[in-house]
């Protein structure tokens, strides 16, 4: 079925509305559902990482690489700085296996048994993946065309804006399911960014909304009418899900074993103490607090649009002592 698709619209609200189909069938890959509900094995998240810092590292070299080309100048390199991974994704890594952190900077971290078996039997969701960055990142190369940058530009916007808006639910997630420290963030360096005016501070929602919105704003002004590049990354932002559906696919998730763990809930063969009740006042407390703050917030302002996302974000990291 042809979806017609009207040019008059912003590139960044085209590629939200031309992407939602294919946004919506990797959230749903089994992957994404461990990687999200913090089930993936930590080993397994690791792999997810290494495969992730090569995506990044020829994706970033990609960009620099074409940081003459007027469109990725206007949008990725200002804003470089502030939404770079894989440095961060190289910290965690190194965190995650126990390794020492001067490894991050001079990958030795590359030669780790981990590392070694993966890459000697990479998964071929990742290879495909990684292949298709590299085609589009030498602007020199052979197979590169006038449109290369616009297309390495089309997976920045869907990886950066991801992990900008969803990887930081799932930052939450894998702090409390791999027992990190959120305050000193190591381990989740890769869902933590700088603000706009400080790479170095942590940015808060509001932050991270504005750092999108940066982005979205100087891609529309520098692709303005063109509708040959607003065909272009339509076509590459759909093929980067693809991809990215191809990358969670290669995922291993719990073992059975890990599943069919009996979990206690509650030991109805011990009475209980009359000393100490089920659930503390304060619980009870919090609860209300944090029903009613979501009923006023849903009732007065609702969740709708790009505001709406950032309200409830804010609201879980509140009720869930977002990280």
């Known amino acids: 079925m042809v979806i017609a698709v009207d040019y008059s619209l912003s590139a960044s609200t085209l590629l939200r509305e031309s992407t939602k189909r294919a946004h919506e069938s990797v959230e749903n890959t089994q992957g994404a559902v461990w990687l999200a509900s913090g089930k993936l094995p930590k080993e397994e998240y690791v792999r997810f990482l290494v495969m992730l810092w090569h995506i990044y590292d020829a994706l970033e070299r990609g960009l620099q690489a074409h940081a003459s080309d007027p469109l990725v100048s206007s949008v990725w ?3 470089a700085p502030v939404v770079s991974r894989a440095d961060t994704i190289a910290a965690d890594i190194v965190h995650l296996l126990h390794l020492d952190e001067t490894s991050a900077q001079t990958r030795s971290w590359l030669s780790h048994p981990t590392v070694s078996a993966l890459l000697s039997s990479p998964p071929p969701g990742f290879t495909e993946y990684i292949n298709r960055i590299n085609r589009y990142s030498d602007p020199d190369s052979s197979s590169s065309s006038s449109f290369s940058a616009p297309r390495a530009l089309a997976h920045a916007y869907v990886r950066y804006l991801g992990d900008l808006s969803g990887g930081q639910i799932i930052r939450q997630r894998i702090t409390k399911a791999y027992a990190l420290d959120r305050a000193d963030g190591r381990g ?27 982005f979205r ?4 002004e520098s692709v303005g009418g063109d509708q040959k590049v607003k065909a272009v ?20 998730g719990p073992t059975a074993e890990d599943q069919d763990a009996p979990k206690v809930v509650y030991d109805n063969t011990k009475a209980p103490s009359s000393s ?12 209300i607090m944090a029903a009613s703050l979501a009923h006023f917030i849903l009732v007065v302002t609702g969740f709708t649009g790009t505001a709406g996302s950032v309200k409830y974000k804010a609201f879980e990291d509140w009720l869930f002592g977002g990280v």
């Open 77 to 79: 390199t200002p804003l």
């Open 233 to 252: 990354l339509i076509e590459e932002a759909n093929l980067a899900f693809r991809l990215n559906e191809g990358l969670f696919s290669a995922l291993q």
């Open 217 to 220: 704003r100087r891609l529309d």
């Open 276 to 287: 100490a009740p089920l659930v503390s006042v304060s619980t009870v407390i919090s609860f």
């Open 188 to 214: 989740i360096a890769f869902y933590r960014f700088g603000t706009l005016e400080s790479p170095d501070a942590v940015a808060g929602p509001s932050d991270l909304r504005r750092i999108k919105e940066q």
